[in-house]
């Protein structure tokens, strides 16, 4: 007979091999970023984005970057953050990119309204001309709904760049502030409100009209303001309780300081390095607000190139300023995209705008970022594992879509948190816009197909007419 096979010391090779492949993928799977999805179909529900309830235990400052500003996507991801962080976390003010002058000019216009759709989109007016989006109109009108709910919000601005709203340029908001502030006050006696005007009117316009000797004038200028503005503190704190109007209004003189310090900054460093200057000078303004407003947490929402930590020190930005005082009490969070086609910016300075494509997905880190999941998600760097240095692929710089360009961002470092959206599209301006915005960069194939066949058909009709006449006159 054959003796049996003992099975014994194979049965136990096999399961030792198994068990530490087991354990081979759950050490992988602990050291893996933790991936929160998110809903494409609807960005705005707060619900999906639970997960930051234990994530953001001890901040007082969140900031919401957008590597692209023209966008269907970006606005409203983070309008559902805003909503669960303003229905569930205790942040009830929103700080924009722009000023604080031609935002709180808007809000007040917005706050007397009847609060309708059509408001909201004139209270756009004081943003950037490139955030009078339809999505970013689903801010203003989530804003409006939530005054008359337990946890009523409100939009201000922590930027220093007075006139710089799309309805508002220049000196044209300091006319548009002493018609608001004429109805909680009457000026201070005496007040030429039109010198008063021009005083400050230098500080607009990226400051390229500022000079030494004006800085006297706008200084008394501020002055006034100042008197006028604490005329008027009651009286706006009476008829709008509920939100931090006043203390928006309040902060005022104190944003025009530090308006006034940039333009002396810029002009001292012979006109360069504006953006610099202008960061400098907005972060102890920001943290200033965020210690006046309720609760002494503020939300940002601005693009990455002013929130990013500057973790390589490329150039000085508002996040590197607050994460080197806040610390972990700072939580930064931006959005990239994988692909799509939206309008662009080309070059800031000459606004140089078109449609162009999004090539996210080239180099390393786009395609482990495509590879960590099908859909849209989160991902979170504050868990465990991740800012150690273990992953090299996140700590490192590596090239991200930016704009119309790619930058190197070291993202574990540069940002807390990232939104990985897999497809962009253009905001959901009407098909002629679209068209205007266009350059010679690109253009959708599908709206040059339309435009063609457009052409094509006023050809056909042209030249019928024509032949007609010819007939006509035969």
Same mark, same amino acid.
């Given at each position: ?207 390229? #009209?500022?000079? %030494? ?6 200084? *008394? @200028?501020?002055?006034?303001? !100042? $008197?006028? /503005?604490?005329? &008027? ?45 202008? #960061?400098?000078? %907005? ?6 607000? *965020? @210690?006046?407003?309720?609760? !002494? $947490?503020? /939300?940002?929402? &601005? ?172």
């Amino acid at each position: 007979m054959r003796k049996p096979i003992d099975h014994l010391p194979l049965i136990l090779v096999l399961t030792l091999a198994i068990a530490i492949a087991a354990s081979g993928r759950q050490s992988s799977s602990e050291s893996a970023p933790p991936i929160h999805p998110i809903d494409s179909k609807n960005y705005t529900d707060p619900n999906q984005f639970a997960f930051l309830g234990s994530t953001l235990s001890g901040v007082e400052v969140v900031s919401l970057g957008e590597s692209i500003h023209l966008t269907h996507e970006f606005p409203l991801v983070r309008l559902g953050i805003i909503r669960y962080l303003n229905e569930n976390m205790g942040f009830h003010v929103l700080a924009m990119e722009g000023s604080a002058e031609d935002i709180w000019v808007a809000q007040d216009r917005f706050l007397n309204s009847p609060h309708t759709s059509t408001d909201a989109a004139d209270s756009q007016l004081g943003l950037f001309g490139l955030w009078n989006t339809p999505e970013v109109r689903q801010l203003f009108e989530y804003e409006a709904a939530s005054w008359s709910s337990a946890n009523p919000f409100y939009v201000t601005a922590y930027d220093i760049q007075p006139g710089s709203g799309n309805n508002s340029h220049g000196s044209e908001v300091f006319r548009m502030l002493s018609e608001r502030l004429a109805g909680y006050a009457p000026a201070p006696q005496g007040l030429d409100i039109s010198q008063w005007t021009s005083d400050l009117t230098t500080l607009t316009h990226g400051c390229n #009209d500022y000079q %030494a000797s004006d800085q006297l004038r706008v200084e *008394k @200028a501020i002055q006034d303001l !100042q $008197k006028w /503005i604490d005329a &008027a503190a009651p009286e706006v704190q009476k008829r709008f309780p509920n939100v931090p109007h006043s203390t928006a209004m309040s902060l005022i003189p104190e944003n025009l300081r530090a308006s006034l310090q940039l333009c002396k900054d810029y002009s001292a460093d012979n006109g360069k390095n504006y953006k610099a200057h202008r #960061d400098t000078n %907005a972060a102890p303004y920001a943290l200033e607000l *965020k @210690a006046a407003v309720p609760g !002494q $947490k503020l /939300i940002l929402w &601005a693009h990455v190139s002013h929130i990013f930590h500057n973790a390589e020190h490329a150039a000085t930005s508002v996040g590197e300023i607050l994460h080197g005082t806040l610390g972990n009490r700072l939580y930064t969070i931006a959005p990239f995209a994988e692909s799509g086609g939206t309008i662009l910016i080309y070059d800031d300075n000459k606004d140089d705008v078109g449609y162009g494509r999004v090539h996210g997905e080239f180099g390393a880190l786009g395609q482990r970022m495509g590879q960590l999941s099908r859909g849209d998600f989160f991902l979170d760097f504050r868990q465990t594992g991740i800012t150690a240095g273990n992953d090299p692929m996140f700590v490192k710089p590596q090239p991200l879509w930016v704009e119309s360009t790619r930058w190197s961002l070291a993202v574990a470092r540069d940002f807390d948190g990232i939104i990985w959206i897999r497809t962009v599209h253009s905001a959901d301006f009407p098909f002629v816009k679209r068209i205007a915005f266009s350059s010679l960069h690109f253009i959708p194939e599908l709206e040059v197909l339309g435009v063609v066949i457009v052409l094509g058909i006023l050809f056909l009709i042209v030249r019928r007419i024509r032949r007609r006449r010819r007939n006509a006159l035969a």
